[in-house]
Each structure stands twice: as structure tokens, then as C-alpha cells.
């Protein structure tokens, strides 16, 4: 199918398949309340790809569209740690170009993988979930009419099998969705199994399920899994996210650009005995917990007594600095201050800071800052 309105990206290619499969979702006219879409399928599938070309094709219909990014590596809307749901309300003109939004909810999950902890992993996927049924399911026509029903694209990784094949039923039987889109590709020993696999034979409701191929195929119609360099991904959707400390009519084009900048950029001073401290897969030493936040990425978390086991998440940061003498951090970070002021928790997991801005010389951390945050 040619580019046009409804594939404004040049350079990708979306099959007749996909788009009817599209439009079925987002134009089935027996779907009421609005259709929650589980996406899944093995790793370079196109699962993403499928995923905003959907959401592209439901705000034609829908002013707003619920996005659950599942893929802790490669997320969608974030950078790679976190579990969300954002809010989508304008169609993205180029699928080629990944883009950060500010989620709605989020949790730091502290690892590109969910074979760290995959029963924490799926704890917070549920919370996500019960979050957005809370705020923006609409069960029926005569439910509270100032709450808006909002359709949901959820996004799965590509680990479909072993500890991610289960723990992908138990997000299939949890969010239990209107409709199902499985992609596969040409290696059968890599597809899910065939059919409604996740579901118990004595269900008898009626699940949508579309199959549809990966959309990128040779000529005997084998699929042509694309390659990418995980790693290298996730470092630019980090650097990418912490380009955002900056006004964008600032000229930063390159690495060793942005790894200057962010070392003469004023940190904030955050007062120690304001905020605590959660290692995520270590045990640390009381006495060195501070210490070994130096030069790392933390989740900022919001820990209240109705979630003290998942606390919510604003972003990330760097610890650029720590003066004990003082009882301070310095920490860069793009979450506005209004938001800051919140964060009571610092979490820190296995996302590590990008190794090419620790490689430019002449990046002193300033030990000293313009922006302090109140210690209340």
C-alpha cells in the first residue's frame, strides 16, 4: 500500500493486512465501550510499528488514545526502565522516529529486561492497568458521563517464550482484552502458539483475535527480521530523554555536545534526609547507600502510604554529585521542580548511565547548583 494520510512515514511499508486490521479495531461498530488492544508477537515482528500505525488510525475516530507500554527495553513513549501509560492525542507523522511523551502513570521497573523480577514486572503492569479502568473505562452508557471511555494499545516485548510466555498469559488474562492482534513471522519455532493460547477451554466469552504477518518479507514471503542494536538503542532513547534538560533552540547535535552540557548544567540539590534510598537487585550497606548512587540513573518515585510497595514514578535522574558534609545529592534531571518536590524515593536499579557521555574528556561535575529544591 502506497504512502498516504493514513501512512505519512516514507519509509515504512504497512501491508493491506495490517491496515485492514487497523480498521477493524478502531471502526467495529459493536465495540462499546471503546476497544483495549493487546499486541503480541516475537522479538522484530513489528509489534511497535503495528502499534502506532493503530494508534495513528484510532484518533481518527477517538480525540484521545491509551498507550500500556509493557517493553521495559524498548519502550515506546519513555526511556527504557519504565512501565506507563501516556496518553496519546495526536497522530505521530513519522513512524521512523521514536518520540518521548510525558506518561500519565509510571513505574520504575529498573531493568531493560522483566526476567529480573517478573512477578514485581507484572504487580506493576496490573497497577497501570487498574489505573487506567479507574480513570478512563467507561463499562457502559450509563457509567458517570463526565468520565471519557478511552480506547488502549497495549504493547508486549518480544520474549514470548519461557518466564515471557507466561508471564505474557497473565497480562492476557489480567487486562482480558476486546481484541488480540498476534504478528508472526516466518520461523514458526518462534510464534506463539496457534489460536486463543492463553486461555482456559472452559472460557466461553468471544475474544477478537487477528493474526496478521510481519510486514517485512522477501520475495517467497519469508519474514526478514530486522536487526537492531538493542543496547545502542537504549542509550540514544536515554541520551535523547536527558537532551530534554535543555530548551530545544539550544544546539546540541552531537554526544561529546550533550555530554558537556550536562556536565556544566546546574544540578539540583536535593537534601538527604528528605528522600530515601530502595536498591532494586542489590543489597547495599546502610553506610554506603548514598555513596553508591554516585554517577548512576534513579528512578524518582512518589511513596505514600497507599503505595508503599509501588510507589509511582515522575522520570529519572543522574547523580551527578553527593557531599555528605553538607547531607546533599546533586541531581540532573528534566521533571519540572513541581514535580520534584513530590519525589520522597530514589530507586535504583540496572539502567546505566549511556558509557559515550562517561567518555568525553573535560566533563567536571559541578559541585554546586542554582536550583535547590526544599527540603520539607
Sequence with gaps: MASGPENPSPNIFIPREWSEAAESIAYDSITSPPPVVLICGAKNS?????????????????KKVAYLDTDVGQPEFTPPGLLSLTVVDKVTPDLTIPCLKTPE????????TSKTDPEAYLNYIYAIYDYYKKEYYVSDEGEDPSKTGLPLVVNTPGWVKGVGYDALVHMLNYIDPTHVVKIRI?????NLPAGQFWLDEEYNETVNLIEINSAR????????????????????RLMAYFRQCFPSSRNITTIKELAHALASHPPFEVSISSV????LYC???????FYSLNATIVGLAVESEDSENLPWSVGLGIVRGIDTFK????????????SLEKVNLLLQGLIQIPTCLLQVQG???????????PTS
Aim: with cysteine.
Design 327 to 338: 547531607g546533599v545529592l546533586f541531581v540532573l534531571t528534566p521533571v519540572p521542580q513541581s
Design 276 to 279: 530515601k534510598v530502595r536498591h
Design 186 to 190: 516466518s520461523a514458526e519455532s518462534k
Design 105 to 112: 502513570r509510571c513505574f520504575f521497573f529498573g531493568d531493560n
Design 217 to 236: 518479507q522477501d520475495s517467497f514471503n519469508r519474514s526478514v527480521l530486522v536487526q537492531k542494536d538493542a543496547r545502542l538503542m537504549r542509550d540514544f
Design 363 to 373: 566533563c567536571i561535575s559541578p559541585y554546586m547548583s542554582g536550583n535547590t529544591l
Design 283 to 289: 543489597q547495599v550497606p546502610s553506610t554506603e547507600k
Design 46 to 62: 513489528g509489534k511497535t510499528t503495528f502499534s502506532r500505525h493503530l494508534l495513528n488510525v484510532l484518533l481518527q475516530r477517538y
